[in-house]
């Protein structure tokens, strides 16, 4: 069973920049992609990126496109999310996940893809 446990959240000004790491144990990261989601206050969780489980496909949602990067070390069993142009609504707890299915072709967006759930990290974001 995959163990994710997620760091690198705080508090920044808006323009600012973060790296989340989320580092995986207990089970085979490499065979599965991960994902980045968010949940603030109130609202739903949401996908923010996906990277497969070969590192060579990323996908973004729209809100972070051109600001956030998704990479992974397979080496290390880690994967990140350096955050640039941080703005107010980026704010939340941000999760990493683990898609259940190893190998999965497609890179899903949909939170119930997902197992292996971290405990997430606060990102806080004045303006």
């Known amino acids: 069973q995959v163990q994710l446990v997620e760091s690198g959240g705080g508090l920044v000004q808006g323009g600012g920049s973060l790296r989340l790491s989320c580092a995986a144990s207990?089970?085979?990261?490499?065979?599965?992609?991960m994902g980045w989601f968010r949940q603030a206050p109130g609202k739903e969780r949401e996908f923010v990126a996906g990277i497969s489980w070969t590192g060579g496909r990323t996908r973004y949602a729209d809100s972070v496109k051109g600001r956030f990067t998704i990479s992974r070390d397979n080496a290390k069993n880690t994967v990140y999310l350096q955050m640039n142009s941080l703005k107010p609504e980026d704010t939340a707890v941000y999760y990493c996940?683990?898609?259940?299915?190893?190998?999965?072709?497609?890179?899903?967006?949909?939170?119930?893809?997902?197992?292996?759930w971290g405990q997430g990290t606060q990102v806080s974001v004045s303006s």
């Open positions: 996940a683990a898609d259940k299915v190893p190998r999965r072709v497609v890179l899903t967006t949909q939170p119930g893809n997902y197992d292996y």
């Open positions: 207990g089970g085979t990261f490499n065979v599965h992609g």
